[in-house]
């Protein structure tokens, strides 16, 4: 019992010491031994180690023998990392911007070949799909469109509610909870459909992703396709050998 | 010390059952039962066990109570894992094609100032570059090119030997070993200069992966950039909600 609260807890330590990364311990780039931490956060010796491990798997801290626990400078560049699926707003904000939302287009209609066939058997007929700009301190950085199979709407909703966060429709009118998304990764020029929307030149490149979202049974529930200006997001990976 | 040597265990049947997943296992879409592949692997119900929750974890299966392990079928569509630094002839092959390498350029020179940087110290003076074009069916797929700083050059070499992965020289010229690699994931459009190489028109998307290579003491030893054509190499990513 003990041992199975101390990973959540763990995972709480890491939070707070991964915020003090970028603040409180970017400058010296040394973190406080383990008592230290312990004694200040009110922890055991053995928590603080697993939040370290935690911190060290990621690459935020290097923890060299003997002399210490220190910040990885090349994890403070790092602005979003491609494994996670943030909210946009969150992305945006952490990449050092005011973000913003504006929601461009609400239609149910058919969608196109690929993305009825990305939604697998949950799209035989009309998809809602839900188009919506985000804004890095008042300039497009990244457009989405949700799809919806319509068949998986459970309740009434209204337009409005559908700049929220598509999750949050999910969970509420349709009784669906994403539980991971597998997004295929494009290089795409911006063209003459989506320069003006993005405020950029139609030869400019965008990067793209493709998201489908399974529940917990591995049904595809969501499809998104999200262009971003790099300009704004930075997407990094720690990648490893196989 | 029999639990630890299960864990490298359970990785091989792992990898023995991953690539069962695109081939036997791929028709019915179905294991064959925890005892059945114990039996047949010759190892205990318990490392199949761990083997099956790694893949489960990767999202390759799909464990059901009580009805049995399925693979996932979107999973057999994911051609390269944007998380995995693999080699460029493995990745061609495993996305289906014939793989070939043409060395295109090696030069000493000082490198453009971002790229200095992104070395840090390592990088004062000359640099070792060396440009390549991997081929899938003889066609331009990955243009790459490895930067490593003249300083870390310990032993001769000659050029020929750079065609081989850039790890293999680093291992063998320079006593590094890289332990993890971090890269940035760009949107580009071709131009003049690429477009020639990769034998696209000049307002091709291309992905390019900007990446920087550290050994075990986190100091950047390599860096590389890396142009991809999403025809042949498809990235995809499993996103996991924060």
Sequence with gaps: ???????????????????????????????????????????????????????????????RQGSGTFVNPYFLRIQARVETAYEFTDLIRQSGYEA????????????????????????????????KLFTADDQPAILCTDVVPVDLIRQPYTDAELAAPIFQF????????????LADILPQVAGDDLGPLLDVPPDSPLLR??????????????????????????????????
């Design 1 to 63: 019992m003990l041992l199975q609260r101390r990973v959540p807890l763990a995972k709480s330590v890491a939070r707070i010491l991964r915020q003090r990364l970028r603040t409180v311990y970017a400058d010296g780039g040394r973190l406080p031994s383990e008592p230290d931490i312990a004694a200040e956060l009110g922890v055991s010796r053995g928590t603080v180690r697993q939040a370290l491990t935690i911190l060290e798997r990621e690459g935020a801290v290097i923890r």
């Design 100 to 131: 913003g939302i504006r929601l461009i287009s609400v239609a149910r209609e058919t969608p196109p070949t690929d993305i009825a066939a990305a939604l697998g058997d949950a799209a035989g007929g009309e998809a809602l799909m839900v188009t």
């Design 170 to 181: 999910l969970d509420r009118r349709c009784f669906q909870t994403i539980a991971h998304v």
């Design 209 to 242: 992703f493709d998201e489908v979202g399974f529940n917990s049974l591995n049904k595809p529930v969501l499809f998104s396709r999200v262009y971003y200006r790099d300009q704004y997001i930075r997407f990094s990976v720690l990648r490893k050998k196989m």
